[in-house]
């Protein structure tokens, strides 16, 4: 069975492995030893962290990012095969910037010329929102709704604890890059600036975004003074990315010219409380049943614990409108017992 659960230290050397599988332009996980360990040990530290957080106010909560960081397993191999994670607020340690795609007007009455054009302003708007972060699953496994599976977890998990999130949610998409996996904007903007290749510069502002302040340009920058290719990759996805997009896209996430300062890339925001998945969610009481799952729908279903989070996909039946039947393993992989509550919806409208 595929099991969604929050990460342990025990899966050091298996984030390891993945994060040599990502490939350029995955800035939040690259194959950088220090980086990898770090990360786990953040996300471990949060988890252990989090019913700490939870008995604290607004204000206090919000001082700080935390990130849940959460790995697929196969537990009939016990081999975990992907990743996903949610930060709870971005920029208070370090700098969160990205380009604000603006329109300026240019006119003169006496001359008759009436020009709009579009800029990029370096901002930090985003500081202080929860950022959906770190998907990738291995090929292997991009079959079965798996890949809906891993990013839709995330929603659960926000569903059962809306209190360490905020009320805003935004997704960053990998950006255009041509065939040989060079970015126009990159080359037509941030390496004037940074006299690096693209990859160099993702790899280091996976460590520190602080020297993107010390080197972008400040003020409005003209995208008509670009080149063509350049200014038409601008808020473009990069293919392989294109349909995560639009799964974040059918959960209520849209573009609002935000863009990556690197390759551009779409920035997708929703309010949580219009997020598909969380606002269909309900919880039920378990019931645990041999052989009688009668909706065939493939539907999410995560318990309610923090630390010991648990996601799977599946098939139920309801008892009533307060109770749904599921199978011994399924109860087993939940780790729950007959009466505890669970969350559950449909993995998607026409699932």
């Known amino acids: 069975m595929i099991v969604i659960r929050p990460i ?14 990502t490939g350029n332009g995955f800035t939040s996980l690259q194959p950088n030893r220090p980086m ?14 989090a019913p700490e957080r939870q008995s604290l106010d607004d ?20 081999e975990v095969v992907g990743t996903a994670g949610i ?37 930090s708007d985003h500081t202080g929102l929860s950022e959906l972060c770190t998907l990738f699953l ?39 890059s041509d065939e040989d996996e060079v970015s126009p904007v990159w080359e037509a903007l941030g390496r004037h600036f940074f006299a690096v290749d693209f990859v160099e ?5 996976s460590v520190d975004k602080a020297f993107i302040a010390e080197l972008m340009p400040r003020h409005p920058i003209y995208t008509n003074l670009l080149p063509d290719e350049a200014r038409e990759a601008i808020g473009v996805t990069h293919e392989s990315t294109t349909p995560a997009r639009r799964l974040l ?38 019931a645990i049943v041999e052989n009688n799952i009668t909706d065939q729908r493939r539907w999410l279903m995560a318990n309610k614990e923090l630390t010991d989070f648990r996601c ?36 998607s409208k026409d699932s």
């Open 36 to 49: 990898v360990d770090s990360k786990l040990d953040w996300a471990v530290g949060s988890f252990s962290l």
């Open 8 to 21: 342990q230290e025990k899966d050091r050397e298996a984030l390891w492995k993945i994060a040599n599988q």
């Open 138 to 176: 291995r090929p292997d496994y991009r079959h079965s709704k798996n890949g809906a599976f891993l990013s839709k977890c995330r929603l659960m998990f926000i569903a059962n604890f809306p209190e360490l999130f905020s009320s805003d949610l935004f997704a960053e998409m990998r950006g255009y």
């Open 59 to 78: 204000a206090d909560r919000n001082q700080e990012n935390s990130l849940y960081l959460f790995v697929m397993e196969d537990t009939d191999t016990g």
């Open 249 to 286: 896209e059918s959960e209520g996430f849209h573009y609002t010219n935000y863009v990556d300062i690197f390759d551009g890339g779409p920035l997708l925001d929703a309010r949580v409380k219009d997020i598909r998945t969380i606002a269909d969610s309900r919880e039920y009481k378990v």
């Open 312 to 347: 799977i996909m599946g098939s139920l039946s309801f008892q009533g409108l307060d109770t749904v039947n599921i199978a011994p393993d399924q109860a087993d992989a939940l780790n729950v017992k007959e009466g505890d509550l669970l969350r559950a919806v449909p993995l």
């Open 201 to 205: 510069a993702d790899r280091q502002t």
């Open 87 to 123: 930060e709870s607020a971005v920029g208070l340690d370090a700098p969160w910037y990205n380009y604000k795609v603006n329109k300026q007007v240019h006119a003169s009455q006496q001359l008759d010329v009436y020009t709009m054009v579009e800029t990029l302003m370096l901002c």
